[in-house]
């Protein structure tokens, strides 16, 4: 009797079923898709980015990535979807100043921790927020705002991503420098109120400097005053806020975490990968022409930055009273 030994049984194909298992374990990451799920619908600043990147990163991993857009609800439940994703590096979330810097203070019973529950992978934008207005608006800069919102307290209004968005607290902590009286209106992403702007429905708003810059380059929106200390990239005609109210600087933010349990492996090679893309001349271009700013960290320089930022907003949510749904 002949007695086939493994070694044989390899030239002669019969252990291709073990060496593909092999194979397989081995596979380097990633070999399939990957998803980055947004927690807002299309349109707004952290959609536009993790499109840029997605777009940028399938052509580096040969595997696509593919944006999951779930918005609403203050971003809670796009947080959610990504908190309890499969750790294996195939999902990640876009997180943003308003989920991750805001709702922890916002949100007394908020399902989720951010720096208990995620990996920071980097930050990828940092931006200013800019004050928006119909051309129809009476107010065309930020001392004529304050004063029209003064004389008429109550009567103006303004529409936001959502409550407890940056674009809402960014707004709501101008209101209160400035001591203003301007009606919330708030919406489930800048998408849909900068639809309800340019249709003259709503006439003012405060929104990412990225999603609205092409409408106030063409003359269909007017800006009265940018968030940041320092003037906006492609926006330097648009003084900031803080010229008219002292003390006054505000940015939004959005980068990528990881669930919890994602190896450290690949959370180094994602952060490696974007932040070599995000140094790149032509995709820093990308970033100028939408008014905002790469702002790459390692993944500890990102826990870091976000534990200041939750800091800062827990203050404001306070000073200014803010309550999920106002």
């Given at each position: 009797?002949?007695?086939?030994?493994?070694?044989?049984?390899?030239?002669?194909?019969?252990?291709?079923?073990?060496?593909?298992?092999?194979?397989?374990?081995?596979?380097?990451?990633?070999?399939?898709?990957?998803?980055?799920?947004?927690?807002?619908?299309?349109?707004?600043?952290?959609?536009?980015?993790?499109?840029?990147?997605?777009?940028?990163?399938?052509?580096?991993?040969?595997?696509?990535?593919?944006?999951?857009?779930?918005?609403?609800?203050?971003?809670?439940?796009?947080?959610?979807?990504?908190?309890?994703?499969?750790?294996?590096?195939?999902?990640?979330?876009?997180?943003?100043?308003?989920?991750?810097?805001?709702?922890?203070?916002?949100?007394?019973?908020?399902?989720?921790?951010?720096?208990?529950?995620?990996?920071?992978?980097?930050?990828?934008?940092?931006?200013?927020?800019?004050?928006v207005a119909h051309p129809s608006f009476p107010a065309s800069t930020v001392a004529e705002l304050i004063e029209l919102a003064r004389k008429e307290p109550g009567k103006h209004s303004y529409a936001?991503?959502?409550?407890?968005?940056?674009?809402?607290?960014?707004?709501?902590?101008?209101?209160?420098?400035?001591?203003?009286?301007?009606?919330?209106?708030?919406?489930?992403?800048?998408?849909?109120?900068?639809?309800?702007?340019?249709?003259?429905?709503?006439?003012?708003?405060?929104?990412?400097?990225?999603?609205?810059?092409?409408?106030?380059?063409?003359?269909?929106?007017?800006?009265?005053?940018?968030?940041?200390?320092?003037?906006?990239?492609?926006?330097?005609?648009?003084?900031?806020?803080?010229?008219?109210?002292?003390?006054?600087?505000?940015?939004?933010?959005?980068?990528?975490?990881?669930?919890?349990?994602?190896?450290?492996?690949?959370?180094?090679?994602?952060?490696?990968?974007?932040?070599?893309?995000?140094?790149?001349?032509?995709?820093?271009?990308?970033?100028?022409?939408?008014?905002?700013?790469?702002?790459?960290?390692?993944?500890?320089?990102?826990?870091?930055?976000?534990?200041?930022?939750?800091?800062?907003?827990?203050?404001?949510?306070?000073?200014?009273?803010?309550?999920?749904?106002?």
């Amino acid at each position: 009797m002949k007695v086939i030994t493994r070694r044989h049984a390899v030239a002669l194909g019969l252990a291709s079923p073990f060496i593909a298992t092999g194979a397989r374990a081995q596979a380097p990451w990633p070999s399939k898709p990957v998803r980055f799920i947004v927690p807002f619908p299309p349109g707004q600043a952290a959609d536009i980015f993790a499109r840029l990147m997605a777009e940028k990163l399938t052509d580096v991993w040969k595997q696509q990535v593919v944006v999951d857009n779930k918005g609403g609800g203050g971003g809670i439940p796009g947080v959610e979807a990504g908190k309890t994703a499969a750790p294996d590096g195939y999902t990640f979330l876009i997180a943003t100043s308003g989920t991750f810097g805001v709702n922890p203070s916002l949100y007394p019973d908020l399902p989720y921790k951010p720096l208990v529950d995620f990996k920071p992978v980097t930050n990828i934008i940092r931006g200013p927020l800019v004050i928006v207005a119909h051309p129809s608006f009476p107010a065309s800069t930020v001392a004529e705002l304050i004063e029209l919102a003064r004389k008429e307290p109550g009567k103006h209004s303004y529409a936001s991503a959502g409550p407890g968005t940056a674009q809402h607290l960014s707004m709501e902590l101008f209101k209160l420098q400035a001591k203003l009286d301007i009606v919330h209106i708030p919406y489930k992403g800048s998408g849909p109120a900068m639809a309800d702007l340019l249709g003259g429905h709503v006439k003012l708003m405060m929104d990412s400097t990225a999603s609205s810059l092409g409408a106030i380059r063409d003359g269909r929106i007017k800006a009265l005053g940018v968030t940041t200390a320092r003037r906006a990239p492609l926006l330097d005609n648009v003084p900031p806020i803080g010229d008219t109210v002292p003390g006054y600087d505000s940015a939004g933010w959005s980068g990528l975490v990881a669930p919890a349990r994602t190896p450290d492996e690949i959370v180094n090679k994602v952060n490696a990968d974007l932040v070599a893309l995000m140094r790149d001349p032509a995709v820093l271009r990308q970033f100028e022409e939408r008014a905002t700013l790469a702002a790459p960290m390692t993944p500890a320089e990102f826990a870091d930055f976000m534990a200041k930022d939750m800091a800062t907003w827990a203050e404001v949510v306070k000073a200014t009273g803010t309550k999920p749904g106002t």
